[in-house]
């Protein structure tokens, strides 16, 4: 499976971004697919992830009713959309993909930056 991540740029505080993953390879059949994201000086953080069905989502705390993940299978894409960005938000965010929702950080794809401004 190799992945491709876009979408990322500059946005002020309360704007939103939607970024994208693109998936290829025959291994992504069936795969659980999810984003994380690291902040200049920080650990690596989870965001959120989505099954292959679509049909169980998780995300960190600080981004829920924020930040919604989503995929098409069809397009071999996964999209995460967000909301109310605030400046805590910036950071690199990477697509990964894995076989099951706890292991969806086994497969990672290159970053794309985030960055909010106040």
């Known amino acids: 499976v190799q992945l491709q991540a876009s979408g990322g740029g500059l946005v002020q505080a309360g704007g939103s971004l939607r970024l994208s993953c693109a998936a290829s390879?025959?291994?992504?059949?069936?795969?659980?697919m999810g984003w994380f994201r690291q902040a200049p000086g920080k650990e690596r953080e989870f965001v959120a992830a989505i099954s292959w069905s679509g049909g169980t989502v998780d995300y960190t705390d600080s981004v829920k009713g924020r930040f919604t993940i989503s995929r098409d299978n069809a397009k071999n894409t996964m999209y995460l959309q967000m909301n109310s960005l605030k400046p805590d938000d910036t950071a690199v965010y990477y697509c990964?993909?894995?076989?099951?929702?706890?292991?969806?950080?086994?497969?990672w794809g290159q970053g794309t930056q985030v960055t909010v401004s106040s």
């Open positions: 390879g025959r291994a992504f059949s069936g795969y659980c």
């Open positions: 990964v993909a894995g076989p099951t929702i706890a292991t969806v950080g086994a497969i």
